[in-house]
């Protein structure tokens, strides 16, 4: 991301509360980037921008911190929590720079509300890097507040005074006095400019670095309502939705005046909304053609709903050529032909793997898979006189509430959307279709309605991860140093008509490469080219999109060109970090991994040599069957690397061991929720890779539920994972996504040096692997 040159200009705001506490609030604009421990600015995702929070503008200290009368502290948790601990993290770093003790704060989740809070989004790693310094400076700003209160009340220097536990102490006169007793002090003043405030070092943290957990643990360990499925109010009801199994079908006859009389049963209605006619399917289209059915308990509406009798208008998309078998054809077709565009061209790879010593030929394939969280997707809606309040999920809130503002007609200034913890998200919850379903049918029936998928809703109506194939050439020379790297790319999506701008493929969403993704910085001659054909259901990101394929495409790949060379293979890579190439032409996409971030060869090979290490890499001597694989990968800012000790007997594998080398910076600000992301991460990979598939007949979903898509059981988890990290000069970055793409490639990799046997189709079952 680019500095830009933005005014520091900042002051404290200070409001009297109705229950005796004062309010602190920030507001700053500052530079992009900033390093560690400096006060001089915060991540322009502090400010108000879009959904992702970029664009610096204030924020104030009123809408997060407030300072009650018996010196405990209530904190605002600004971002949407679906299990990844934000609601923890965020205000554990106000608290840390307020200088509180944590047992006296009180978290409270924030309401959707960019103008007070910014970006309020549970997505892309972003939660760390984009509130590291914005939070802090929250802290720091209302702490000096109280310490010049003190200091002014005693007619004392302010810097012979000092901060602990939510009180200033004067030692020289042994005088106490707790942010409670000097609130209406801290009420009259004004605030302290941000360019003088300092924070505290990381020494002397009392909290940051600590295992906090969930304020929402005791609810959710003793079963009370926390979820955004467990939501109530009162006079409410019960919705279910009916939708075509293939994208924008529509209603053609029903026997809705039958279900009308159903037990429990107050509306049932069809909803028909336009066609959508792109050839390549839009991002979160919102409300769809479907039947809606509202009755007095949930078991109500789904009993009538097994008892409807719909014929649907399929449309053009219920065809032989948009079945899996169709889309494996068309694909091979397309990777053996020309590319239908050149994404990236570096030196001349042609002629260098007519060259070359050695040349490796493979052709990959993955598969879509589902988010599958634990929660169906769900929301409830109150539509009354023109307005619209609602309980949502939802990873991106303003997308939210900007789709049910569409589907009801109104303005978004006209909705309240309360943010509700989810039962899992993946990236399903960045998309908002269920919102856009439940404000609509709540608007029809003039009552609050809660809307809930069934698993069947959730697993054929999702935004799959997009599947792929990647027809790969590489080159050897004499010494094993990889000189030519060509990939023929095939995707979903369509070909640009040449009539307008934009790239001369349209890939679906999640479905592209960016040109600089790893390993084409170190690779002299390189090669991206891209192909594509239609598709007829809806993709979307899931954690770490596009890594979670990509890391096992060009880790396994790698792992091939290591194995002819003849090298080790955590050898191999190191030696490919230490490639130079001259610097080319900057090319079209977003530079490096996704993120936007560039690669760093040194911290990428700090979290090799520290898994190596940490597992002994090259100095075990394993039993036959059981072997060490190792991969890495870089996204969301983070590196890491990871090995997988595996055995193999016949085709069960069971993973014994995992151990994960990470970068994410100077400071692990949770490290019980850290740890509980990676080995989280370590699990799903291990799901996606070796049962999880999606497939399509004529434009439908096949898999319904866990029984055809399954989740890790626990008997195939690892009996370890270890979690190590290389505590860098960065600023700390995100956790979740990029701890999850290495350990597909580290496992295939293991059960290729343990039997020989080079997988590269996903899922593994397709090889006839199954878990020990």
Not at 112 to 134: E, F, H, L, R, V
Not at 255 to 275: H, W
Not at 696 to 710: A, I, L, T
Request: with cysteine; charged share 20%; glycine share 10%.
């Amino acid at each position: 991301m680019k500095k830009k040159n933005i005014d520091r200009r900042s002051f404290l705001t200070v409001a009297a509360t109705g229950t005796g506490g004062v309010l602190f609030g920030l507001v700053f604009k500052a530079d992009a980037q900033q390093a560690p421990g400096a006060a001089k600015g915060a991540p322009p995702a502090g400010g108000r921008g879009g959904p992702g929070g970029f664009g610096a503008a204030p924020l104030k200290p009123a809408d997060f911190i407030t300072v009650n009368a018996d010196n405990s502290v209530t904190l605002i948790a600004k971002n949407p929590e679906v299990g990844q601990g934000v609601r923890s993290m965020l205000p554990m770093l106000i608290a840390e720079e307020l200088d509180v003790d944590w047992k006296d704060v009180k978290v409270v989740q924030a309401d959707q509300d960019q103008a007070k809070y910014g970006g309020q989004i549970a997505g892309g790693s972003t939660a760390t890097p984009q509130n590291w310094i914005p939070m802090r400076q929250l802290g720091a700003q209302a702490r000096m507040m109280f310490v010049n209160a003190a200091a002014q009340t005693w007619n004392v220097p302010a810097g012979e005074l000092t901060t602990g536990s939510g009180k200033v102490m004067h030692k020289a006169s042994n005088k106490t006095v707790t942010y409670g007793e000097l609130a209406s002090k801290v009420a009259t003043m004004t605030p302290p400019d941000a360019a003088s405030i300092k924070f505290k070092d990381a020494k002397d943290y009392k909290i940051i670095g600590q295992t906090i957990v969930s304020p929402d643990l005791p609810k959710i360990v003793t079963g009370k309502p926390v979820f955004s499925i467990d939501q109530t109010v009162p006079g409410m009801l019960y919705a279910v939705y009916e939708k075509c199994g293939v994208f924008g079908g529509k209603v053609k006859t029903h026997n809705l005046d039958m279900i009308k009389t159903l037990p429990g049963v107050k509306a049932a209605f069809v909803v028909d909304r336009p066609d959508i006619t792109a050839a390549v399917l839009p991002n979160d289209p919102g409300l769809e053609s479907g039947i809606a059915i509202v009755a007095e308990s949930w078991y109500q509406a789904q009993s009538a709903r097994k008892k409807l009798q719909v014929t649907w208008d399929e449309g053009p998309r219920a065809t032989a050529e948009h079945s899996s078998v169709a889309y494996a054809q068309k694909a091979q077709q397309l990777g053996m032909g020309e590319p239908m565009s050149t994404s990236r061209k570096d030196g001349d790879p042609e002629a260098a793997l007519k060259t070359a010593a050695k040349v490796v030929e493979a052709n990959y394939v993955y598969p879509f898979i589902s988010h599958a969280p634990l929660e169906p997707q769900n929301c409830t809606a109150h539509y009354k006189d023109g307005k619209l309040e609602m309980w949502s999920s939802s990873q991106i809130p303003t997308g939210a509430r900007a789709l049910a503002a569409t589907a009801c007609g109104i303005d978004q200034s006209a909705i309240t959307l309360h943010m509700v913890r989810g039962g899992g998200g993946f990236g399903r919850r960045l998309t908002n279709d269920y919102a856009a379903e439940a404000a609509y049918i709540s608007k029809e029936v003039n009552a609050p309605v809660k809307l809930v998928w069934t698993r069947e809703d959730d697993m054929k109506h999702d935004y799959y991860r997009p599947g792929g194939y990647q027809f790969l050439k590489a080159g050897l020379d004499a010494s094993g140093k990889v000189v030519a790297w060509r990939n023929h790319f095939v995707t979903y999506g369509a070909k640009n008509d040449g009539q307008g701008k934009g790239p001369a493929v349209q890939a679906v969403n999640a479905g592209n490469i960016g040109p600089t993704e790893f390993p084409q910085p170190f690779i002299e001659n390189f090669a991206l080219y891209m192909s594509a054909q239609p598709l007829a259901i809806r993709t979307g990101s899931l954690r770490a999109p596009t890594s979670n394929a990509m890391a096992f495409v060009t880790q396994s790949f790698i792992d091939e060109l290591a194995h002819a060379a003849g090298k080790d293979p955590v050898q191999f890579r190191r030696d490919l970090l230490s490639q130079t190439k001259p610097v080319p032409p900057a090319a079209p996409g977003a530079p490096g991994g996704p993120g936007g971030n560039a690669f760093n060869a040194a911290r990428m090979r700090g979290v090799l040599d520290l898994v190596a290490e940490k597992s002994g890499w090259g100095k075990k001597t394993l039993p036959k069957g059981t072997a060490m694989g190792v991969g890495f990968h870089f996204s969301h800012a983070g590196y890491f690397a990871e090995v997988a000790e595996v055995t193999v007997t016949g085709k069960k594998v069971k993973v014994n061991k995992v151990w994960v080398g990470a970068d994410i910076g100077s400071t692990i600000i949770n490290p019980g929720q850290a740890l509980n992301m990676a080995q989280g991460a370590i699990i799903d990979g291990m799901g996606a890779l070796m049962e999880q598939e999606i497939t399509v007949d004529r434009g439908r979903v096949v898999q319904s539920n866990f029984s055809d898509h399954p989740l890790l059981r626990i008997s195939a988890a690892p009996s370890d994972i270890e979690v190590h990290y290389v505590k860098s000069d960065n600023n700390p970055t995100g956790m979740g996504e990029p701890s999850m793409p290495p350990i597909l490639p580290a496992i295939a990799n293991a059960i290729f040096s343990a039997t020989g046997d080079r997988v590269r189709t996903l899922p593994l079952k397709k090889a006839g692997y199954s878990w020990a």
